[in-house]
Each structure stands twice: as C-alpha cells, then as structure tokens.
C-alpha cells in the first residue's frame, strides 16, 4: 500500500493556520474513470476555477480533478490570504523590469480576478480592511497612483488608491492606501470552490498522483498504490511549483515562502493588509492575531526548494519585523510555516499563462505571490477558450 485510504495530508507540524481552523480531510479515491473529456491534474485555486469555469458551462465537458495530496498543498492552503491587486511600491518596482503596458494590464487583471471571487462567492467572509503602503513615499509614487486611478476612471471605475495617515509601531506613518483590497481565509475559499465544482458534477480524484501524460493519456498511481490509465481530450497541468515532474521543460521553478502568526496581541498599528519592503514582507491582522510574512529576498537560493520545513532563518527575521510591527515584543509566535509557490523563470508579471506541451495537453499557471487573484481570470480566460 503506498497511501492510506484517508488522506491524513501535511503533517501537523507543517500545518498552516488555515489547514489547523478549517482542517479538510478526503476520502482518497482507489480507482479513477477510464477516460474523461478534460483531465485537471492538481486541486489547488487554479485547477479548482478551471474546473469551475468549466463545469459551469451550457454542456459541460465530463471532468477529472487529479490531486496527489490536500487541496491545494503547494501554495493555496498555505498563503497569507491577501485579496490584491496591488500596492504603490511594487508596482512602481514592477516597471522597472516589465512594459508599462504589461505591468497596468496585470494590475487590472488582479483587479478582475478579486471583483470575480467576490461576484461568484458573495457570501465568503472576506475582510475589507483595504491595504497600506508602508514604504517611502516619493514623487513617482504619487504619480503612478493618480495614473493608476484615472485609469480606474477611464474604465468608469472609483479610484482605489490615496495617501493617508496611518499608525505603524506606535507611531504615525503616511502610507498610500488601496481600500479595494481585503483579506480572506484561503481554506475557505478553497473550499467554497471545491464544493461548489462537486455540485456541478466535477468528479475529483484526491490522494491520486498523475506520474506522467501526454498526446491523450495519463499514467496515475491510485491512492491504494494501483497503476491506471486515463485517457483525456485535453489535459491542463495545473502544478504551479511541482510543474518540472510533468513537464521536463518547464519554465516555472519553486520558490518557498515563510510565513509565522503569533499568539492574540494588541498590536499598534492600522488594520489594514501590509506591506514593506516593496512588498517582499507583507502582514495583517487575524483572529486579533498578527500575521506576517516574508524574507524570501534575504535568504533567496536557500529558498528555491519544495521542501516544506521552515527555517529558524527566516523565523527570526519575521519575528524581528513582527516587533516593529506590533510596536513592543510581549508577544510569542503560535504557527510557522512554509508554502512552496511557482515563479515563472523570476518574472513578477508575466501576460502569459499557458504553455502547449502537445495538441491536447497544456501546462497553466498564475505565477508568484498574487495566484489567488490571478488564478480565477486565468482559468475562466482558459475555460473561455475551451472549444
Ligand atoms: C507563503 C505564501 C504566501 C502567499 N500569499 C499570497 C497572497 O496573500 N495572495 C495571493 O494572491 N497569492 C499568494 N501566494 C501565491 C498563491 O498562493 C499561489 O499563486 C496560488 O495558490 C497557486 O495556486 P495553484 O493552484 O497554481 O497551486 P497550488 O496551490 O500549489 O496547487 C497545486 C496542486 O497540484 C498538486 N500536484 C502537484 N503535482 C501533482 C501530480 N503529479 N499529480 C497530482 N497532483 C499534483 C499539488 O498537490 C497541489 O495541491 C502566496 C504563496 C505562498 C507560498
């Protein structure tokens, strides 16, 4: 037997919060339909609003999520629940390395695939606490955020973007402020999507690992150890960081990311979602918790791994940037860990999404640390496409 029949998933200890308040546990599947119109391997946000998009069309297509582990193991169940799309400084530092019109095309993009979650799941808690731009404010940020809002204006949407006074650690701090964004508990809206692919007849086969595919078949190994076969009318892999087992030529290469929550705190500063250093550190306050995360860019090669155990490293830079945050250190750390996401050889924005392995087998992906805004635009643009 190489799994067991319950899929227990991550073990505790790795656990995210997410995974710990709303655990998810699947009867794992020993057997899998022979042949199915479209085949998804991986149930994380983007395989699961493909398979959304999908199912909810006029005649829709017979369809197979593949998942060798939890629902989204990689990144989706374990991120840091920010619903988007963009801040002042990582935007003005997006320019300098991509288009002018790729970097507002992407900001719109993330914007759409926020308004689309909250359309298509009205009632999700969500947090509208809007975001704040703790960096140096500088004159080009100043005019990037009116560009930004006239654009917002030229599509007949409000601005989303003004400077204002905030607190930060005790003490004031001017910040660009995005009162469109807000936080959500990944889980929750990870399973929101799962059960609402089930009802539309989604068939799902969970603790199932695709071990390779192409030209219309797949090789799986069941969760009772069993070889099978699946043969697809199309295929879309649907991996982010575990794309190279699938595909030999990927672009896309793993990238961890450390997150810690602490205990309950009084912490001073604004509630809102927060971001520093360019966005490389992020936070925001949960259950009266402070969440924070980051130090990706400190510690970058030693990051380039699917390995989930966090780092001592990393913790003591959050921990570090957790005082300043909170304004003293009477507070202690109650969860770290990793998350492994997918990064499309180092671009931030990247307009493509799709790579055609053959004629009916796909790689997709929504890159780095905005998927759970990018994935729905990228799925429901795939699903558009679908014959
Ligand atoms: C620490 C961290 C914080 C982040 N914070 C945010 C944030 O606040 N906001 C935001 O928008 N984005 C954030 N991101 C990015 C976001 O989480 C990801 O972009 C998004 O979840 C990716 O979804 P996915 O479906 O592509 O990948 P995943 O969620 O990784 O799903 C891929 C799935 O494929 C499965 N799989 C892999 N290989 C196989 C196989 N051979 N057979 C079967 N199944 C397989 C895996 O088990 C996994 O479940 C963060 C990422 C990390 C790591």
Known sequence: MRRPYYNPGVPERLKSYWELTLPVRHVTATSAPASVDVLIVGAGFLGLWLAYFLSARKNPPRILVVERDTLG??????????????????????????????????FLRRKQGVQTILNEFPDLLTDPCGSADYDPITDEKRALADELNATLAS?????????????????????????????????????????RCAAHGVTFA???EVMNLGDGSANVVLADGKPAKVKYGRAFICTNAFARQLNAATEIVPGRGQVIITTPVEAKTSHALGFLNDGYDYFKFVDGRLLIGGGRHMFREREETTDLTPSVEVRNYLQALA???????????????????????GAHVSLTHETRIDARTSELHACGGMGVALSPVVAQQTAANFP
């Open 73 to 106: 193991y990689g990144a989706s169940s374990r991120n840091a629940g920010f619903l988007t799309c963009g801040h002042i400084s990582e935007i003005v530092s997006d320019l300098a390395e991509s288009p002018r019109e790729a970097v507002f095309a992407a």
């Open 155 to 195: 599509r007949g949407e409000p601005p989303i973007y003004d400077e204002r006074e905030l607190v930060f650690g005790g003490k004031p701090r001017r910040a660009f402020f995005n009162r469109f964004d807000r936080g959500v508990h990944p889980v929750r809206l990870l399973k929101a999507l799962h059960e």
């Open 206 to 208: 969970h603790g199932v």
């Open 323 to 345: 005082r300043q945050v909170i304004g003293h250190d009477r507070f202690s750390v109650e969860r770290h860990w990793a998350g492994i996401m997918g990064f499309k050889s």
